[in-house]
C-alpha cells in the first residue's frame, strides 16, 4: 500500500482537533494512490499541474474537491474553470481577470486564495503588500471570482525561525486583508506543508498542504 493510513489518520485527527483543512497534495501519484485515501473519506486532494489535473478530475469521483496549488498561466485557467475548488496562487490581477472571464462563461463563482511572497527565494511567486492592497480594491469589478483568503510558502531553510517569521508576516497580511474586506467569507489560510505544518498552524494557518508524509517521495520523470 503506497499511501501511508497510519499516518494520514493521526494527520487528519490532530487536524481536525485544530479545525484546520487538510489538504492531500497528489501531484504526480497515480490516480490509484488517491482512490485509496478517498475510500477512507478523503475529499481535499491538491495539484500543482493543470494537465495531470484535468486527467485525474476525468479519473476520478466526481465530488472530489480539486485544489490547483501550482503557479497558474492565465491561458490554462479555461481547462480547470468548469470544476476546480478552488484555486491557491492568484498572484496578479491578470491572473484574477481570467479566472473571473472564464467563472462568467461558465455561469459560476470560483473561490480562489491570493499568493502572497513571503520566502526569502526569489523564484517563489506572489504579490507584496501593495499589489494585495491594489487587488483588494478591485475586487468589486470581478463578480465572479470569491477571493476566500491568503495562500503563502516559507522558505526552503532548516531556519524554523525564519520559517516561524514568514509565516508570523503572512498572519499579518491575512489579518489586515480580512479587516480591509470586512467579509465572514476571508475564512482561509493556507500556509503549511510536510515538513512546516505544525509551525504555520501555531502561527494560524487554517489549511495544510500535505503531499509526501502522505504519498511517500514524488518519482518524477
Keep these: 500500500m503506497s499511501v501511508q493510513v497510519s499516518v494520514y489518520q493521526s494527520l487528519l485527527e490532530w487536524c481536525s482537533q485544530r479545525k484546520v483543512t487538510l489538504v492531500a ?3 504526480t501519484k497515480p490516480a490509484s494512490d488517491i482512490m485509496e485515501l478517498y475510500e ?9 499541474y493543470v494537465q495531470e489535473l484535468v486527467q485525474k478530475q476525468d479519473e476520478l469521483p466526481k465530488d472530489i474537491r480539486w485544489h490547483f496549488i501550482g503557479h497558474l498561466q492565465s491561458n490554462k ?3 480547470i474553470a ?9 498572484d496578479s490581477v491578470k491572473l484574477l481577470q481570467e479566472v473571473n472571464k472564464q467563472a462568467t462563461k461558465l455561469g459560476r463563482v470560483i473561490d480562489c486564495l491570493l499568493q502572497m511572497h513571503i520566502a526569502q527565494e526569489e523564484t517563489k511567486y506572489g504579490l507584496d ?3 494585495l492592497n491594489n487587488l483588494l480594491d478591485q475586487l468589486h469589478t470581478f463578480p465572479s471570482v470569491r477571493i476566500r483568503g491568503l495562500m503563502g510558502m516559507a522558505s526552503f531553510t532548516e531556519n524554523q525561525d525564519q520559517v516561524k517569521q514568514e509565516f508570523t508576516q503572512l498572519k499579518k497580511y491575512f ?3 480580512k479587516a480591509k474586506l470586512a467579509s465572514t467569507e476571508f475564512d482561509t489560510l493556507s500556509m ?3 515538513g512546516d505544518y505544525s509551525l504555520a498552524v501555531e502561527q494560524g494557518s487554517t489549511l495544510v498542504r500535505i503531499g509526501s508524509l502522505l504519498f511517500g517521495a514524488r518519482q518524477y520523470q
Design 25 to 27: 497534495v497528489s501531484k
Design 40 to 48: 477512507l473519506g478523503h475529499r481535499d486532494f491538491g495539484e500543482n
Design 77 to 79: 485557467v479555461k481547462y
Design 82 to 90: 468548469p470544476f476546480v475548488h478552488i484555486i491557491h496562487g492568484i
Design 129 to 131: 503588500i501593495d499589489e
Design 175 to 177: 489579518d489586515h486583508a
Design 192 to 194: 503549511g506543508m510536510s
